[in-house]
């Protein structure tokens, strides 16, 4: 399954997510997702075997915002 920026994803917890990131770190692609609707919940996962996979460890998740906010930082200036 392909997943892009903006797709909508239904996760095994029966809520909606947009995807509103998607980076490649350690040759993995890891999406940052936002919860659509009640709290707007943050994820950060991967895909593995067409399901998608929460991450829970601290110290990826510290990395993964860093690279997140890199990357929306050059997304902003190559505008």
Avoid: H, P, W
């Amino acid at each position: 399954m392909i997943i892009d920026v903006l797709d909508t994803l239904l996760l095994s917890d029966n809520k909606e997510y947009v995807v509103t990131g998607k980076i490649n770190y350690n040759s993995i692609d890891y999406y940052y997702l936002i919860e659509k609707e009640e709290k707007q919940e943050v994820k950060f996962c991967y895909q593995r075997e067409n399901k998608m996979v929460e991450v829970d460890d601290e110290n990826l998740i510290r990395n993964l915002i860093a690279l997140f906010c890199e990357d929306l930082k050059n997304k902003i200036e190559n505008e």
